[in-house]
């Protein structure tokens, strides 16, 4: 198996450190760069919190570079409230090591992909305001991608944030459309909250499963999600918390998981009633064509056996301390 290389576009908060675990640590990728966006928290909490989970994972050399610290119009909007104020469920986790790299974000999303066409898997993890500000610069950077899947909106219109809105889209909905109007279905996948909720479910049985590995990555990977099976327990009436991050970083790591895709043209409701809500046009011979692969449904236990397989390795660990 020849490792995929990588780039994510991470507001890193728990989930999005699970997902870091996958890539770095799973055996599927080669991580080139790590850019960080406001979203689930402050920029600054991002930055740190990505640095972290890459300790966690081994992965201390791969370099973080902070982009864009507010959406593109909007006042910015985080998730503290399910995340923890630090992002990582206040476990009091010790500062890392590393230090964030010297570039901007944005810059890195369009000098590498420029340097080597082709080469790079994108995967977002946030909202997409680094990937918007980038296509302001240079309209055709997605064909310098490999591929770019992006965990991003609710297909089914059954939000997180709102009556029909998913967090990521919603926080900067004027990027997620500028990012649209760029894509073609070859070119880009969206992974939604949709697939998220019914195949990326962490039950109660696979909470336990992943505490009693003991190994460093999971009771990290168990621990930073405190918060959010508090949340999801009250909000989302599902059978525990769900991980969307990790489900779309395992799509891109192996596309094989996929179940049920579709091709659409889709759009994003910028107004404030509907704000962030998937405008998915399935009509036939609609005038525009569709521009974004959406994945529908995911193989549930394939994704969980990635998960537990990658949280059971041991790496050698630049961070040795346990958390608080
Ligand atoms: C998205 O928002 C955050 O809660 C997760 O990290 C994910 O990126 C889900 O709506
Ligand atoms: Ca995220």
């Not at 974000?105 to 082709?118: I, M, Q, T, Y």
């Not at 965990?151 to 649209?180: I, K």
């Not at 279905?185 to 909250?193: E, L, S, V």
């Not at 895709?261 to 994003?268: G, S, T």
């Amino acid at each position: 198996m020849s490792a995929l290389p990588l780039i994510i576009d991470t507001d890193t908060a728990s989930d999005d450190a699970v997902a870091l675990l996958l890539a770095a640590a799973g055996g599927h990728a080669r991580v080139h760069a790590v850019t960080t966006v406001a979203g689930n928290v402050p920029l600054d909490l991002a930055t740190r919190n990505a640095l972290i989970s890459l300790e966690m994972a081994g992965a201390a050399d791969v370099p973080v570079h902070p982009g864009c610290e507010r959406p593109m119009l909007r006042s910015p909007s985080h998730a503290q409230h399910v995340h923890g104020e630090d992002g990582m469920g206040d476990l009091g986790l010790p500062a890392p090591r590393s230090s964030p790299g010297t570039r901007h974000a944005v810059e890195v999303l369009l000098s590498e992909a420029g340097r080597f066409p082709g080469r790079f898997t994108l995967v977002t993890l946030g909202p997409l305001t680094n990937l918007a500000a980038a296509l302001l610069q240079d309209r055709d950077l997605l064909t310098r991608y490999r591929h770019v899947y992006c965990m991003a909106g609710a297909a089914d219109a059954r939000g997180n944030v709102s009556a029909t809105a998913e967090f990521n889209v919603w926080a900067d909905p004027e990027a997620a459309r500028v990012v649209l109007s760029a894509a073609t279905p070859g070119k880009m996948t969206w992974i939604g909250w949709d697939a998220s909720r019914q195949d990326a479910v962490m039950t109660t049985g696979d909470q336990l499963h992943l505490e009693r590995l003991g190994t460093p990555m999971a009771t990290f990977a168990h621990r930073v999600n405190r918060t959010v099976a508090v949340w999801a327990r009250e909000v989302t009436g599902l059978d525990g918390y769900d991980l969307p991050d990790p489900l779309a970083m395992a799509v891109a790591l192996r596309p094989d998981l996929v179940v049920e895709r579709e091709v659409a043209r889709v759009d994003i409701a910028v107004g404030e009633e509907a704000r962030g809500q998937m405008l998915v046009d399935r009509r036939r011979g609609a005038t525009a064509e569709p521009n974004v692969t959406l994945v529908r449904r995911v193989d549930t236990a394939g994704f969980k056996k990635m998960l537990f397989d990658t949280c059971a390795r041991t790496v050698q660990p630049v961070r040795t301390e346990e958390p608080a």
